[in-house]
């Protein structure tokens, strides 16, 4: 979610972190976790574990919201997220950049 | 859009990996399970392990207690998963789960009983004790992991399995009409009835849940994949693309008749919860009509 302006209750609102911990040696390389992951936090490593499947990584974690998807849809109970302290939102958040509807004009 | 730390703690690795070499690692929902026992004999992208992690799951949402419920499970992929659960669990002959469990309620009514079992164990071998205990409305639930195939014994063709589709009893594909699971347990009298997949883990973890807190005979259908069976002779690809293939054509709706709800090779499959009603259970209607009259004082007859 982006903003393009600071929003009013900014103060008031609060962002949910998440912090993925994978344990690989149980993943058996379904790729559930990493196709179906809502803010695409999660990448398949060119590693092998033990039982020579790719285990995931974790490609960005500032981008995970604590959603638990990954976690319920693990068949092999290898992968759970423990919430960080949620954090307001920044000015460094906004982008300053108009979406592409808003700088079309009418006159165009 | 840029987020970054500030100043969180993550709980530290050392602590995560630390008990891994027991066998017993630290995923929190492992304390509902048995230690050493995972992992799983399941397969690759196998959905049964995703419908155990439900169970669970609904079992720490839920606050079901430990020492009253119990899971009963038949013969088949999923039927290992009694052997999982740190409970009392109790794995029992082939399609014989719904008398077990109808015993135990019966002799302690105070049980949570679930019966966790697969479609060929419930409907093929199981399939009288199925429609009985739910005409009589026994107070279990029964939680069906649908494969549309026998998976274990190598692929066969059973009582789910879709028209036109190739196992290997049915090579040149299947000529027999399925069970829908849905409409049959809704004319049975089942007094709930859910159907997921198991990409909807959230909603049948909530349908868990109501079913174990609901009197009666509940029924939840959980769609797996089985991408090493019936995925790979039906050309559906593997497990990743089955469960595509579940998001892209489920339909969820709460007003369709059960009977138009049939599941075909490809194609639409409707889910929700389909029945939501309430019926007297077969304990109460025991204590109404037969102990209540056998204790009433015999009319005295007149001379």
Known sequence: MSYWRMPLDAVRREIVLGKVNIISHRCKGCRYCIEFCPSNTLAESEDFNEKGYHPPYVKSDAKCVNCNYCETICPEFAIFVTELEPRNLLPEDVVKTQSRSRRRTRRE | ?303
């Not at chain 2, 050392?14 to 690692?25: K, V």
């Not at chain 2, 304390?31 to 399941?42: D, E, T």
């Not at chain 2, 196992?167 to 089942?190: I, M, R």
């Open chain 2, 1 to 303: 859009m840029k987020i970054r730390f500030i100043d969180a703690e993550a709980p530290p690795a050392s602590r995560i990996f630390e008990n891994l070499a027991a066998g017993h690692g630290d995923h929190p929902l492992d304390r509902y399970l048995k230690k050493g026992r995972i992992p799983h004999i399941w397969c690759s992208g196998c959905g049964n392990g995703i419908l155990l992690a439900a169970f669970v799951k609904a079992m720490e949402k839920g606050n079901f207690d430990t020492k009253k419920t119990v899971v009963v499970s038949g013969i088949g992929c999923i039927g290992r998963a009694a052997g999982y659960l740190d409970l009392d669990t109790y794995h029992t002959t082939h399609g014989r789960a719904i008398p077990f469990a109808t015993g135990l309620k019966l002799a302690n009514p105070k049980l949570n009983v679930v019966v966790i079992s697969g479609d060929g164990d419930l409907f093929a071998i199981g399939g009288n004790h199925f429609i009985h205990a739910a005409r009589r409305n026994v107070d279990i639930t029964v939680i069906c992991s649908n494969n549309f195939n026998y998976g274990m014994t190598g692929g066969q063709g059973g009582p789910t399995t879709p028209l036109e589709s190739k196992t290997t009893t049915t090579p040149y594909g299947c000529s027999e009409h399925p069970f829908n699971l849905v409409y049959l347990a809704k004319a049975s009298g089942a007094v709930y009835v859910a159907r997921w997949t198991a990409l909807h883990t959230h909603e049948l973890r909530d349908s868990i849940i109501h079913s174990v807190n609901k009197p009666g005979f509940c029924f939840v259908e959980a769609i797996t994949p089985c991408p090493t069976a019936h995925g790979r002779r039906n050309k559906l690809g593997d497990g990743l693309s089955m469960m595509k293939s579940y998001r892209d054509n489920s339909v969820l709706t709460t007003e369709l008749d059960p009977e138009e709800t049939a599941i075909g090779l490809k194609g639409k499959i409707a889910v929700g919860e389909f029945v939501d009603i309430d019926k007297p259970t077969f304990m109460d209607m025991y204590d109404e009509c037969a102990i209540c009259r056998a204790n009433a004082p015999k009319k005295s007859k007149k001379s």
